[in-house]
């Protein structure tokens, strides 16, 4: 079968879980959804109901208590309906609350975006304006509007826009500033794009999800200020009813009639609450960061649903340092399932340096976060398989004991030492807090220790350094901090993940020259994930490739490079380049990995493979051993001779 052939017959992609489905699965925002739109359902339909008017009085039978025949919820002082005047007045306080918003949200975003595109002057104009607003305490500046136009519902609602626009204003300008200085506005200007056409087609969709979150989560406390004024006998006038007045006129009353001012108060509280839960829902949908997934925060630890699992370690890996057998670990989005680690057997020993290598999305870093639990619930979740630390299994371990070693006896650095590290605290505070949360040092110790610790990752200067900031610090010194805070606490296993991906090549060689010589000299064994097999052949004893979540090889270091048994290991040492070799062609890997929640049967590099063969399709290709000093591969026609699948 032919790759094109292969590719027609391709099942459809996922699709990840729709708006409506991630909004539903929030089961607050859903119940705040549902109250609202039976509220407004129900207030739209008042005209149509079999309802007395709202305004009509009626002496001879006021204030009658609730569940009378004739009035449900009984009438007030002047013997009005109260719920006909509830759902007339709910009406009112709805459309006086969500207008205020929409013309505070249009005047306010719009100073906001023209203040933080123009900056400057213009900026500085805008914003003293803005600032005047917000000198004076809103609900004061309200009623001093109110007192300037006159009481009544239309002033309090331009009184309650007026003092909102600075909320999105300032918003606005803090995103739309961040924004204007960012690569594609200035590749938008280029193009030759008016500033009118930037603001319309760069920045602003850039930040209307920021004024939708704003506008759901204000609407609610603007009915509340509708309320509050019409409550003073600023807003709605005699005898026309909206929630606030309803209230105020039901306060003369309250221990004679009390349903006459806590029937609007519930009905206000109803609304509030369920707009704002809608808010959070809305708020939570347009993050990308949990668009992804369910709509939850990350729990503490990755969830753990193991059908069965081993009491103890494999009998090979009884003194191993650390030992993954049989890992699974998926990503649960919707209904698909990302199965990003499939069975993955690691085995890691004191001063040994494994490299995983593999492409991007081959489950590499998956692997590694999973040992410690740190893959984020949800979406994933670890449903197979043992992690041993000194035969330990961390799946099962306490949350306590997990943190105790997170950081202490496994520690791990990271690709990006810039987001590794707190902007906002000197590089000196952080690792001196990654030794206080584990050893209880006095204050002098700690500093000592720190100096010590910033010395041995060579960073010019250390005692000078203490007090600088990450953004002071290049990016090959900030990588420095980053080892020096994973060497804190003397670990026995740095995971260290990509950690010269970012660096430029002579900083990378201090780097792996400067890793290499420390987990030598602390006896610590090093998980190194890494795409390069330029960066394995420098530090790795051995090495473990990964491709769509599965070992497919596994060997001493130098033995693969040197004869890779796959013919993907092939493909990626094909593809480092050579210094001095410009004539070599460098051997791109055609096609994409497949989805892995959508993994074909048999082998998953076939697509991608020129030996597949079409028994390479069926079944599911075993890692198998070739030889005794632990070489593996998972092929049925592998490049060396001696694997029990070879062809
Ligand atoms: S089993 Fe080996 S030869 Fe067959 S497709 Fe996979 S990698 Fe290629």
Known sequence: ???????????????????????????????????????????????????????????????????????LLGTDQLGRDLLSRLLYGTRMSLAVG???????????????????????????????????????????LALAIVAVLGPGLMNALYAIAVVNIPFFARNIRGITLGLARREFVDAARLSGKSNVAILGTEILPNVLPTIVITMSTTVGWMILETAGLSFLGLGAQPPQADLGSMLGEGRKLLFNAPHVSIIPGVMIFAIVMSINLVGDGIRDLLDPRLRSGALARPAARTAVNRESVADAPREENANALLAL????????????????????????????????????????????????????????????????????????????????????????????????LHPLFPVGEQVAEAIRAHQPLSKEEVRQRTLELLQLVQIPNAEQRLSAYPHELSGGMRQRVCIAMALANDPEVVIADEPTTALDVTVQAQMLRLLNRLRRERNAAVLFITHDFGVVSEICDRVAVMYAGRIVETGPAEDVIHAPAHPYTRKLIDCVPVLGEQDRQLDAIPGLP??????????????????????????????????????????????????????
């Open 594 to 647: 497949p989805a892995v929640n959508r993994l074909p049967e048999g082998c998953a590099f076939a697509d991608r493979c020129d030996r597949a063969r079409d028994d390479c399709r069926v079944g599911n290709v075993e890692l198998a051993a070739l030889n005794k000093e632990g070489r593996a591969v998972r092929c049925l026609y592998p490049l060396v001779e001696g694997a029990e699948g070879s062809g």
């Open 325 to 420: 057998e049989g890992l699974n670990t998926r990503f649960e989005v919707g209904d698909e399932i990302y199965h990003a680690v499939n069975e993955v057997d690691l085995k890691l020993n004191a001063e040994d340096c494994l490299g995983v290598v593999g492409e991007s999305g081959s489950g590499k870093s998956v692997t590694a976060m999973s040992i410690l639990g740190l893959v984020p619930t949800p979406a994933g979740r670890i449903v197979g398989g043992r992690v041993n630390f000194h035969g330990d299994d961390l799946l099962s371990v306490p949350l306590e004991r997990l943190r105790t070693l997170r950081g202490g006896a496994i520690a791990c650095i990271f690709q990006d030492p810039l987001s590794s």
């Open 1 to 71: 079968m032919t790759a094109a052939a292969a590719t027609a017959k391709e099942p459809p992609r996922a699709r990840r879980p729709g708006a409506w489905a991630l909004f539903a699965n929030n089961r607050l925002a859903a119940a705040g959804l549902v109250i609202l739109v039976a509220i407004v359902l129900v207030a739209l339909a008042a005209p149509l109901l079999p309802l007395p008017p709202p305004d009509i009085t009626d002496p001879a039978n006021r204030l009658i208590r609730p569940l009378q025949e004739g009035h």
């Open 98 to 140: 969500v207008s205020a918003t929409l013309v505070a949200a249009l005047i306010g975003s719009l100073l906001g975006l023209i203040a933080g595109y123009a900056g400057g002057r213009t900026d500085n104009v805008l914003m003293r304006g803005i600032d005047m607003l917000m000198a004076f305490p809103y609900i004061l």
